[in-house]
């Protein structure tokens, strides 16, 4: 990013009614279960513009139950790789 750009991410549970803002100032908070899958989709913000123009730079989904059983309880601060951005009903 540039100078006048910044990153931000849209959380869903894929339940709740709408997704939920995060950045790294301001985290989100789902309910989820072991069946539970976490999507996150990440845009690029331009400071002074509509959020109209954010640009989709890519996404991530984590299935509760397999993250569970690969890392165990928690994860804290782990760099994940983005997927191409995709309408959620296309992920498999």
Same mark, same amino acid.
């Given at each position: 990013?540039?100078?006048?750009?910044?990153?931000?991410?849209? !959380?869903?549970?894929?339940?709740?009614?709408?997704? %939920?803002?995060?950045?790294?100032?301001?985290?989100?908070? +789902? %309910?989820?279960? +072991?069946?539970?899958?976490?999507? %996150?989709?990440?845009?690029?913000?331009?400071?002074?513009?509509?959020? !109209?123009?954010? $640009?989709?730079?890519?996404?991530?989904?984590?299935?509760? $139950?397999?993250?569970?059983?690969?890392?165990?309880?928690?994860?804290?601060?782990?760099?994940? +790789? +983005?997927?191409?951005?995709?309408?959620?009903?296309?992920?498999?």
């Amino acid at each position: 990013n540039g100078p006048e750009e910044c990153n931000y991410g849209m !959380a869903t549970n894929h339940t709740a009614e709408a997704q %939920v803002p995060v950045t790294s100032e301001s985290p989100a908070r +789902l %309910v989820v279960g +072991l069946e539970s899958i976490v999507s %996150v989709r990440v845009f690029l913000h331009t400071r002074g513009q509509s959020s !109209a123009t954010d $640009r989709p730079i890519g996404q991530l989904s984590i299935p509760i $139950r397999e993250m569970q059983e690969i890392c165990g309880s928690g994860i804290f601060q782990t760099w994940l +790789l +983005l997927d191409p951005w995709t309408a959620y009903g296309s992920l498999s």
